[in-house]
């Protein structure tokens, strides 16, 4: 099948679990933590600059936020988790919704994470990596914000983060840059791959 990602289309920024859109057809979630740069990576991998709504205070992405590139096929913009300044009450709420969309979404057939390249591997990243290796779900992880670093540094932390990784399956890892467009073609071809495999 052919999938165009550059026809996504936000449909609904779901504040509870009501809100999802039905659970048929194929979903890839993109998760992270907050400011790793999922909104902006959405919208470098579709193409579509100000689809999701990146932006410059952390923790803005509040809600699950669904684009429809076919009545069913969607992309997942969740919200980010380990801000600080985010209330606790909140980010307890948020962290119990992220758990249940993993626990029953049964159309979720991939995980991108998003991991800045200058933080990675935190420990919610961890939890969210082991969950997907119990559940033998794809994860396919985007090393963000890769224009903040040297090329060198850059490769030296992949192959750390791949190291620490190695005994894991049905993972894959990218450098990512939505700034300089360093690695889009490839994320957006390994979307496309996760879509098709179901
Ligand atoms: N230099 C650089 N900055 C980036 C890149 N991607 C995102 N940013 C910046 O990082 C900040 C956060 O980006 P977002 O895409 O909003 O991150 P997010 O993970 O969706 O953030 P929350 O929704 O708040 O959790 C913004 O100021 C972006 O402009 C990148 O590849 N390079
Ligand atoms: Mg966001």
């Not at 992309?75 to 801000?83: F, M, T």
């Not at 993972?171 to 467009?181: D, K, M, Y």
């Not at 073609?185 to 495999?197: F, G, M, S, T, Y």
């Amino acid at each position: 099948m052919s999938i165009q990602l550059n026809s996504a289309q936000f449909i609904v920024a779901a504040h509870k679990p009501s809100q999802w859109l039905p659970d048929q057809g194929s979903e890839i979630a993109f998760a992270g933590r907050s400011n790793s740069g999922k909104s902006s990576a959405i919208n470098a991998i579709t193409g579509r600059k100000g689809l999701a709504i990146a932006s410059k205070t952390p923790g803005r992405t509040q809600q699950i936020v669904f684009f429809e590139v076919t009545p069913e096929i969607r992309l997942v913009d969740l919200p980010g988790y380990g801000y600080s300044k985010v209330p606790k009450q909140l980010r307890i709420h948020w962290s119990n919704v992220i758990e249940q969309y993993f626990e029953t979404r049964e159309c979720l057939r991939a995980l991108v994470l998003m991991m800045d390249i200058r933080h990675p591997l935190k420990p919610l990243d961890q939890q969210l990596l082991d969950w997907c290796q119990k559940s033998a779900l794809h994860s396919h992880i985007l090393l963000t914000k890769s224009d903040k670093i040297s090329k060198s540094k850059s490769l030296a932390t992949m192959a750390a983060v791949k190291k620490d990784l190695a005994n894991r399956d049905k993972l894959s890892i990218q450098t990512f840059s939505a700034l300089s467009g360093l690695g889009v073609a490839d994320a957006r071809q390994r979307v496309i791959e996760l879509l098709n495999q179901s």
